[in-house]
Nanobody, 112 residues
Framework: QVQLVESGGGSVQSGESLRLSCVVSGRQFNSYTRAAWFRQAPGMERELVARMEPFAETPYAYTVKDRFTISRDNAKNTVYLQMNNLKTEDSAVYFC?????WGQGTQVTVSS
């Protein structure tokens, strides 16, 4: 059974940075594995933030492009989301998705 555990969220000021982690257990992934980060703000639909595709350019939501970076460490079975220059509109619960499974989410709150 695949399990995903996100961490790294918190409360920060505008302009600061956070790095989210998503540890995957129950199945080993590699460079061919698709992985993605989504987020959901209160009252809003869940939206794609970034997705890693094998042998393809990584698509980012236009609202986070050039500020967020998705990456992976195959040896640690972990997916990361580096978030720089955070804005108040980035406040949401962030979820990772790998192997069609979801984690429980981690809260990110950005204040001005």
């Amino acid at each position: 059974q695949v399990q995903l555990v996100e961490s790294g969220g918190g409360s920060v000021q505008s302009g600061e940075s956070l790095r989210l982690s998503c540890v995957v257990s129950g199945r080993q992934f590699n460079s061919y594995t698709r992985a993605a980060w989504f987020r959901q703000a209160p009252g809003m639909e869940r939206e794609l933030v970034a997705r890693m595709e094998p042998f393809a350019e990584t698509p980012y939501a236009y609202t986070v492009k050039d500020r967020f970076t998705i990456s992976r460490d195959n040896a640690k079975n972990t997916v990361y989301l580096q978030m720089n220059n955070l804005k108040t509109e980035d406040s949401a619960v962030y979820f990772c998705s790998v192997f069609n499974s979801w984690g429980q989410g981690t809260q990110v709150t950005v204040s001005s």
